[in-house]
């Protein structure tokens, strides 16, 4: 059965998945992008972008290990772009150039309808309006017995957690204090009590921390 | 210089240093105590007891630590006891017992004046109603050169963190969600920026980050 997997998600000291204000310019808010320095240190990271170098280890294995046996992605639409309210004729084609890193059908959750954009490389982006189980079900659909991995933001990471549909939730926590933003451990409801820790490790750079649901 | 360190804060992975609704029964809060329970594994546990037994490693180094090197200590008075408002004719004289693990000096931050209580072990109970800047000079002088240990609870260290005073800052923390209490790393205003990590290394149970100020 396929399995809803978040991976290496960067979360601050003080809990925060993405900085305040998020715009253009800043996908992850104020401050966010210090969340994602330990990635660009990584050889996952250079051969994602084809440059040379970078350090094997813990944070490269896990940042592997987030796009192996994955058929399908969800997301929420603030990781899609900086786009709020109705697309009108809007031509955002999402934060990765014409060659996104999926290469595969990416469902991102929206209230306004949109066409699905068929990028290069294989990556489809599809606009899903009715909600989290639609995508879910859509996403294991095109995953065809793969896992569905789930992107960001917070708020749709905290949907799913509260709907009790995540199966594996990898945050890597980042050791500074961003002081605001988003808090991804926040709002949770009753779904706080049915995680528990299934893997705790540190690098260098950040604490690797996996939870599930309780057997 | 004495140094204001603040050792083993055990916090949850959303941030909580203590549950909700502190009581004579829950003295952490509800679910509070679960953020204690690496601790009871250690052999620091078993030396403190009396008990045989109990795990050598890091997190029994870390809790060592943060009896090393310690001339005196401020606690917050929810920390000391569950009286609240005036002491009346309240006899509590702490958590602890006729012996409490201090042995020394212990400054507790109250709005409301006590006399001191001497108790078995070396231990004496002072209670400052004039702020954590003069408790921090009681201590200090107390302290006879070494350094100082802050205790909890949350609201005691954020004050002394909002005002620049913590030296070395040392959390455990527990992958657990809580989903209720009182989050430390909150309400910081700028401090948040004044702070860097210094260490980081997980055991099987807790994650150890240690903040210190920026250089």
Chains 1, 2 share one sequence.
């Not at 990781?79 to 014409?98: A, I, K, Q, T, Y």
């Not at 569905?148 to 799913?160: C, F, H, K, M, P």
Request: with cysteine.
């Amino acid at each position: 059965m396929s399995r809803l997997r978040v991976h290496s998600f960067a979360i601050s000291l003080d809990g925060y998945g993405a900085g305040p204000d998020q715009t253009i310019d800043h996908p992850l808010g104020v401050r966010g992008e210090e969340l994602h320095e330990w990635i660009f240190e990584t050889r996952f990271w250079s051969e994602m972008t084809g440059e040379p170098g970078g350090k094997e280890g813990v944070d490269h294995d896990f940042l592997v290990a987030g796009f192996t046996g994955i058929g399908a992605w969800i997301m929420g639409r603030n990781m899609f772009g900086p786009v709020r309210g109705e697309w009108g004729d809007s031509d955002w084609r999402g934060w990765w150039g014409d060659n996104p890193p999926y290469h595969q059908s990416v469902f991102v959750l929206t209230h306004h309808p949109h066409d699905p954009i068929a990028m290069d490389g294989g990556t489809t982006f599809h606009f899903i309006t009715d909600g989290i189980e639609s995508a879910l079900e859509q996403a294991t659909a095109a995953a065809g017995g793969a896992d569905i991995r789930l992107g960001g933001g917070v708020a749709t990471i905290q949907e799913y957690l509260r709907a009790g549909l995540v199966d594996d939730l990898h945050v890597a926590i980042v050791p500074r204090l961003l002081g605001d933003g988003e808090r991804l451990f926040d709002r949770l409801g009753e779904a706080v009590d049915g995680y528990e820790c299934a893997e705790l490790v540190a690098s260098d750079a950040v604490v690797h921390l996996r939870m599930v649901p309780k057997r």
